[in-house]
């Protein structure tokens, strides 16, 4: 697969002896492939020996090599909200519980431990860059940098007040701050803008957040078409479907994240596609929901670019990509009534070279290919349940868990290694999270 350019002297990094998951466009899977860093990027990836001298070698004999995954959409701070309410429908879910709840409690230390806490669990289940939308996002892009991880972070947009937000009429101004303030700050982050959805931003809000995204380049995500509540009442105030109205309001492009995307009408699956948006399809949290299941194979027909997404943990409730990718797969099956859909091949480019693209990042990540960033994870396949190997699709799909991921990096940087994480103190952020929910919790029941 080649090499980037001569180097004289050692490599930083070298992985030797793995199988090599490329996910490149030819699909290449190497057997005892090498892959040289350098730098923090992919230097080499080549079959059999590398003579590549090295400062650290890492031995992935019985281990697939493979590209981090990305999860297009989640809510990181929300961990302090995990099983805090659930069994509800989405409107009483969010009014009833999850909105008060956010009122009294989200602050900046909830934000940054919250968030702290999710990119813990997500380096922990092989995902290198995600793509976040929530309130007091500067807390959440502190969180990416100590972490290490690569993330799109986006202040949540939405018109009232919200945490950190008292005045909606300062919302589209905040998203533009978090931007000019924290854009340009690391190669590993970048900033975006969140729109809630057509039902809690106006017409004039949501044409406000895109123009000022464009002004930046960023991406605009927002949740779309996710339940019936939602077609309802868009429908009534604004006789259209949800697609339809961002449409006429001139959003609808390939910087545009639509999210969920569960209630899609003919006309807005040719309208998606016209427009080249972008889709994070986010099935566990669909199901938990009961919001229903979205047309991912006649998306993907179509030619419109769908990634996976966990969706925030208070609705999900883990953010483990690889449950995603089973779960993802086995709900189109089941619905669509075809076990040909969704096969484990394209479900594994979604969490991958799909969710890169999805975040305009496919020259950067995705694949392991010289010349890309080396974000890339080590799974041991040395485990009862994932004994014999025939596909290694098939088992990153259906067989493989996020506790299989031993050894994780983010930009040449091994943030994990044998299952260690190695700059973080995890004991002390699950106690910062603890002490955050034992507040919650005596609100809750008192
Ligand atoms: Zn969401």
Not at 22 to 30: F, K, N, P, Y
Not at 174 to 190: D, M, P
Not at 221 to 247: A, M, N, W, Y
């Amino acid at each position: 697969l080649g090499k980037v350019t001569e180097i004289s002297g050692l490599v930083d990094l070298k992985i030797v002896n793995g199988t090599v998951l490329t996910m490149s466009t030819a699909g290449e899977i190497l057997n005892r492939g090498a892959v040289a860093v350098h730098n923090g990027m992919i230097h080499s990836v080549t079959s059999g020996a590398e003579d590549l001298p090295a400062r650290k070698v890492i031995d992935a004999k019985g281990k697939l090599v493979m590209p981090g995954l990305v999860n297009t959409h989640t809510h990181v701070p929300m961990s302090c909200f995990r099983g805090l309410s659930d069994d509800l429908p989405l409107r009483e879910w969010l009014e009833k519980h999850i909105f008060p709840a956010e009122g009294l409690f989200v602050n900046s230390d909830l934000a940054y431990w919250g968030s702290m806490l999710s990119c813990l669990e997500m380096m922990l289940s092989g995902t290198t860059t995600f793509a976040d939308g929530y309130f007091f996002e500067e807390s959440v892009a502190q969180a990416v940098l100590d972490s290490g991880l690569r993330a799109v972070v986006c202040q949540g947009v939405i018109d009232f007040p919200a945490p950190g937000v008292p005045d909606p009429g300062e919302n589209v101004h905040r998203a533009v701050q978090l931007i000019r303030e924290w854009g340009a700050r690391n190669s590993r982050l970048r900033c975006g803008i969140f729109a809630h959805s057509t039902y809690t931003c106006s017409p004039e809000t949501l044409r406000r957040a895109k123009t000022a995204a464009n002004g930046y380049e960023a991406l605009l995500f927002i949740h779309l078409s996710e339940t019936l509540d939602e077609i309802k009442q868009i429908g009534e105030r604004f006789g259209c479907t949800p697609v339809r109205h961002l449409e006429e309001l001139g959003i609808m492009d390939q910087r545009t994240v639509g999210v969920h995307c569960v209630w899609l009408t003919d006309e807005d699956m040719d309208l998606m596609a016209r427009r080249d948006m972008r889709v994070s399809y986010t099935p566990e949290s669909e199901m938990k929901l009961a919001s229903g299941v979205s047309p991912i194979p006649e998306l993907i027909r179509r030619g419109v670019v769908v990634s996976l997404g966990t969706d925030g943990p208070a609705s999900n409730n883990d953010m483990d990509m690889f449950t995603e990718m089973d779960v993802s797969a086995k709900l189109q099956k089941v619905h669509n009534l075809d076990p040909t859909c969704a096969s484990a091949r394209e479900t594994v480019w979604m969490a991958t070279s799909g969710g890169a693209k999805v975040l305009g990042m496919e020259n950067e990540v995705g694949s392991i290919e010289a010349g890309k960033r080396a974000d890339l994870i080590i799974i041991n396949l040395d485990k009862p349940h994932l004994t014999p190997i025939y596909d290694y699709y098939s088992h990153l799909v259906y067989a493989v868990k996020g506790s299989d991921v031993d050894t994780v990096i983010v930009d040449g940087e091994v943030l994990v290694e044998d299952r260690r994480v190695l700059h973080l103190d995890c004991g002390e952020i699950m106690d910062r999270v603890r002490r955050i929910s034992e507040k919650i919790r005596k609100h809750k029941y008192a």
